[in-house]
C-alpha cells in the first residue's frame, strides 16, 4: 500500500521560508514523477511544482524564482523549499505520485498547512 507523509508545514511571517518533505514507501519512488500542489481556502487545488523521474522540473508562474522542489530517490522523498513566502501561498500543499504504464498510478498525501501571516 502507497503512503504519502508530509511535513514541514507552519505559520510563518511573510518574506520567510519553510520546506516541505514528502516521505513515500509501498511504492518503487524512483519511477514515478512527483509534485507539489496547493489548495487555499474556497479554491480550486492548484499545481506548485512537478519534478519527474528523470529529474525535469516545472513550475507554477507564482513561485519561479522563490520555490525549488527536488527529489533524493535514496530516501524516498521529494521536497519544496519555499523562500520568500507571501500570505497568499497560505494553502494547505499536497503531495502527489504520479506514473502511468498500461494504467494510471496516482497517490496523494493528506496535506500540510502553510500560513504565512504577520
Known amino acids: 500500500q502507497v503512503q504519502l507523509v508530509e511535513s514541514g508545514g507552519g505559520l510563518v511571517q511573510p518574506g520567510g521560508s519553510l520546506r516541505l518533505s514528502c516521505a513515500a514507501s509501498g511504492t518503487i519512488f524512483r519511477l514515478y514523477n512527483t509534485g507539489w500542489y496547493r489548495q487555499a481556502p474556497g479554491k480550486q487545488r492548484e499545481l506548485v511544482a512537478t519534478v519527474t523521474s528523470s529529474n525535469s522540473t516545472n513550475y507554477a508562474d507564482f513561485v519561479k524564482g522563490r520555490f525549488t522542489i527536488s527529489r533524493d530517490n535514496a530516501k524516498n522523498t521529494v521536497y519544496l523549499q519555499m523562500n520568500s513566502l507571501k500570505p497568499e501561498d497560505t494553502a494547505v500543499y499536497y503531495c502527489?505520485?504520479?506514473?502511468?504504464?498500461?494504467?494510471?498510478?496516482?497517490?496523494w498525501g493528506q496535506g500540510t498547512q502553510v500560513t504565512v501571516s504577520s
Open positions: 502527489n505520485l504520479q506514473r502511468r504504464t498500461l494504467r494510471l498510478y496516482d497517490y
